[in-house]
């Protein structure tokens, strides 16, 4: 049997790019106890920014791993797996990232428009899937490894 959270243990694990400071923020004027937050910008999740370990997931990068370690050490975890709170980020879900100007414009034509039917086609589709597949895989681990997911755009 669980027993009621108190004031001190955290409600949920946030991760995410700086967007996640703000819902943090939110969290604390809220007086809500949370683990986590910002352990990259939005275009660090646009590669292949963690590998799968047993149980858990591992960043490639030293300081996101470290933060994230830093965060499962507030929820008293060893792994991703034993996270018993939802899961609440904004890893990969930059829009604005995926929008900016200079990774479009190679796509464009000399009026800056884009040919007829480029953002309903497949090459858009593909870009668009390339971008995100890393962050779909780390919600996809999350998911199998049981956790409850808010994926925050």
Not at 23 to 28: F, L, N, T, V
Not at 31 to 45: A, I, M, Y
Not at 68 to 75: E, H, N, V
Not at 120 to 130: C, N, Q, R, Y
Request: overall charge negative; some cysteine.
């Amino acid at each position: 049997m669980k027993t009621p959270y108190s004031i001190t243990t955290p409600r949920f694990l946030l991760l995410g790019d700086s967007h996640a400071g703000v819902i943090g923020k939110a969290a604390q004027a809220r007086e809500l106890p949370f683990g986590g937050g910002p352990l990259g910008t939005g275009r660090d999740f646009a590669v292949d920014f963690f590998q799968l370990a047993r149980h858990d997931v591992v960043f490639r990068d030293a300081e996101m791993d470290r933060l994230y370690r830093q965060a499962l050490d507030t929820l008293k975890v060893p792994q991703l797996a034993k996270v018993e709170v939802p899961l609440v980020s904004t890893l990969g879900l930059s829009l604005h990232y995926l929008a900016t100007a200079p990774n479009w414009t190679c796509y464009q034509n000399a009026h800056g428009e884009f040919d007829d039917g480029f953002l309903a086609g497949p090459l858009f589709e593909t870009i668009i899937d390339t971008l995100s597949r890393p962050a779909l895989a780390f919600y996809e681990q999350a998911l199998v490894l049981n956790l409850k997911v808010f994926a925050v755009l």
